[in-house]
């Protein structure tokens, strides 16, 4: 993925925000050469996660003379972390603040755990660029593009972006829409929103602006069924394939098939907040859920995803208690989740005397998609 930094040129220098350690040299070998001789005499500091904070005491080494720009908390952060910042000039700022580099003013909007607490943004009324800090983010490559109009976004980065959004960020839906609401009140003076990962945006802004909102809210973004199993021998498998099979015969042919113990479970949280409907598919194991599903739910309790209708299957040899278990979890520890009461339930393997509960909760699933769509 890529680690952000940007630099104004202006009658000061000013480089907001570091980059991962990983990334230092390549940070100072592009800043010596944009600086072209210039010092540096700004750093402003809009997120002090070591992703972006990593170099900041090699920037310190550099050029001591440097004043650094942030909020009370980032400077707390930053002693926790015990970076020298009291042996160097700091300018210590509050929400609304406005700061002057010359020709360019910026304001300083907080923007409290998007992802961390002290995160804020910083706004360049001068020129319209928002340095968003994480939001609006995206993991990602960016080989050698810079602006988001430079790729196929919906095509090759929207998986990406929403993969990010939902697991950085994705228990702070709250939190995103306050920042989308101070946004919405400057929306005609922002041209650019340059996040810390992934590409600039300068054009289409609403699309994505729209898309986080979409995530924020745990609003599904399409109609369909995210079908997630966990199988053992490969009849909980088989038995989900018969359920996708019937979804797509009755015309519903947006559906996904996942394999919780081969796929990352960041794929199967943005995968949950994509789709409308979500069917979980588990063996039992020693009495309980398979644990790589398991994972799954403690995972979607912990990013907080809300909302879905839920169908359940589940299967064991003698005693079968994924399901009820399924349901507790998403009864008890999940926010507005619907589960159907149509449940297949299977001894060992998919026989053809489960035909009609199969049909059953297909029809469960495209009736409850009727009903979200009246
Ligand atoms: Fe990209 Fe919260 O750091």
């Known amino acids: 993925m890529s680690y952000n930094s940007y ?8 480089l907001f925000d570091t980059v991962d350690w990983s990334g230092c ?10 600086l072209a001789g210039r010092s540096l005499d700004y750093l402003v500091i809009n997120h002090l996660e070591p992703d972006h904070a990593g170099s900041i005491e090699e920037i310190l080494l550099r050029w001591p003379d440097i004043t650094l720009i942030s909020n009370e908390k980032a400077f707390m952060l930053m002693r926790q ?11 210590e700022v509050a929400e609304g603040d406005t700061f002057c580099f010359g020709t360019h003013t910026v304001t300083f909007v907080f923007a409290p755990m998007v992802h961390w607490p002290e995160v804020m943004c910083t706004f360049d009324a001068t020129n319209g660029a928002l340095f968003s800090a994480d939001a609006f983010g995206t993991f990602g490559a960016l080989d050698g593009k810079i602006f988001a109009d430079e790729v196929n976004f919906d095509r090759d980065w929207l998986d990406d972006a929403r993969r990010y ?11 995103i829409q306050l920042i989308l609401k101070k946004a919405g009140g400057i929306l005609d003076q922002i041209k650019f929103i340059c996040p810390l990962h992934g ?7 609403m699309y994505f602006i729209g898309k986080y909102d979409t995530w924020s809210r745990y609003a599904p973004e399409e109609k369909g069924v995210m079908i997630a199993y966990a199988s053992m021998y490969g009849n909980t498998e088989s038995a989900a ?30 995968e949950a907040f994509k789709y409308s409907h979500m069917v979980l598919a588990s063996v039992t194991y020693n009495l309980g859920i398979y644990p790589a599903m398991h994972n799954f739910l403690i995972d979607m309790k912990a990013l907080n995803v ?3 209708t839920v169908g359940i299957m589940e299967n064991g040899s003698w005693a079968v208690k994924s399901g009820d278990l399924i349901q507790k979890f998403m009864n008890d520890e999940l926010k507005g989740m619907t ?24 029809d469960a699933i495209l009736e409850s998609m009727d009903k979200e769509k009246a």
Request: proline residues 3%.
């Open 241 to 270: 394939q018969a359920l996708a099979t019937r979804l797509c015969a009755r015309g519903m042919t947006n559906v996904v098939m996942y394999d919780v113990s081969s796929t990352n479970v960041s794929t199967l949280i943005s």
């Open 199 to 205: 590409p600039v945006w300068r054009k289409d802004l």
């Open 25 to 34: 040299r390549q940070l100072l070998e592009n800043l010596d050469h944009v």
């Open 7 to 14: 630099l104004l040129l202006d009658e000061k220098t000013v």
């Open 165 to 175: 959004l939902t697991n950085i960020v994705g228990k702070y839906g709250p939190h």
């Open 339 to 362: 589960v159907l009461n149509e449940r297949v339930s299977m001894a060992s393997s998919l026989g053809p005397d489960k035909e009609a509960e199969l049909d059953t909760l297909v």
């Open 81 to 91: 972390f015990h970076f020298d910042v009291d042996d160097h000039e700091i300018i």
């Open 306 to 308: 809300q909302n879905r």
